[in-house]
T-cell receptor
Framework: EAQVTQNPRYLITVTGKKLTVTCSQN?????MSWYRQDPGLGLRQIYYSMNVEVTDKGDVPEGYKVSRKEKRNFPLILESPSPNQTSLYFC??????????????FGEGSRLTVL | AQKVTQAQTEISVVEKEDVTLDCVYE???????LFWYKQPPSGELVFLIRRNSFDEQNEISGRYSWNFQKSTSSFNFTITASQVVDSAVYFC????????????FGAGTRLAVHP
């Protein structure tokens, strides 16, 4: 079954304690990205990756890091989480951008609370 | 700049009523895609429809219909004979003609359908 898998789905942590949210896709997609969802703001892109070892900032990258060492995985790293990073996070993947593609497949979301 | 506006923050209806969710977008691209996603209380994002900028035909899928009007930069979504299971947050999103698959989301409209 084609899917994007995120872990953990729920996490409560404390300020400053490094954490990683993993994302894995089994569709051999080149493109992967991370979004955060906040009330009244919709979803905003944090980082994206066009392929292995190619990553770039989205609209709200501050406080986050990513890596793309393998095609299937795109972890989101919070080196020193702060309460303003409390949010619902979504990983997404697709075939490489282009006007004949574009279907984004989303993971189920990871709800992160930073105390 | 690209932007999606969903002016209706919350809508409350009684079952079997028709309801229209508004979406207005801004883009300078001549080629773009518009999307609707549903987010039920369980939190995942469910893809509903994608429409490209060259196709202004209205779309109907069961009780769902979409009205795309380039002249007013709108892509409205109507649910006919609403049901309790339609209760969710609905997001409208825009993808421009850039070489990567970034979606610009509206803030979302929370629809509550009461029995």
């Amino acid at each position: 079954e084609a899917q994007v898998t995120q872990n953990p789905r729920y996490l409560i942590t404390v300020t400053g304690k490094k954490l990683t949210v993993t994302c894995s896709q089994n569709m051999n997609h080149e493109y992967m990205s991370w979004y955060r969802q906040d009330p009244g703001l919709g979803l905003r892109q944090i980082y994206y990756s066009m392929n292995v070892e190619v990553t770039d900032k989205g609209d709200v990258p501050e406080g986050y890091k990513v890596s793309r060492k393998e095609k299937r995985n795109f972890p989101l790293i919070l080196e020193s989480p702060s309460p303003n990073q409390t949010s619902l996070y979504f990983c997404a993947s697709s075939l490489k951008g282009g006007m004949n593609t574009g279907e984004l497949f989303f993971g189920e979301g990871s709800r992160l609370t930073v105390l | 700049a690209q932007k999606v506006t969903q002016a209706q923050t919350e809508i409350s209806v009684v079952e079997k009523e028709d309801v229209t969710l508004d979406c207005v977008y801004e883009t300078r691209d001549t080629t773009y895609y518009l999307f609707w996603y549903k987010q039920p209380p369980s939190g995942e994002l469910v893809f509903l429809i994608r429409r490209n900028s060259f196709d202004e035909q209205n779309e109907i899928s069961g009780r769902y219909s979409w009205n795309f009007q380039k002249s007013t930069s709108s892509f409205n979504f109507t649910i006919t004979a609403s049901q309790v299971v339609d209760s969710a947050v609905y997001f409208c999103a825009l993808r421009g003609s850039g070489g990567y698959n970034k979606l610009i989301f509206g803030a979302g409209t929370r629809l509550a359908v009461h029995p």
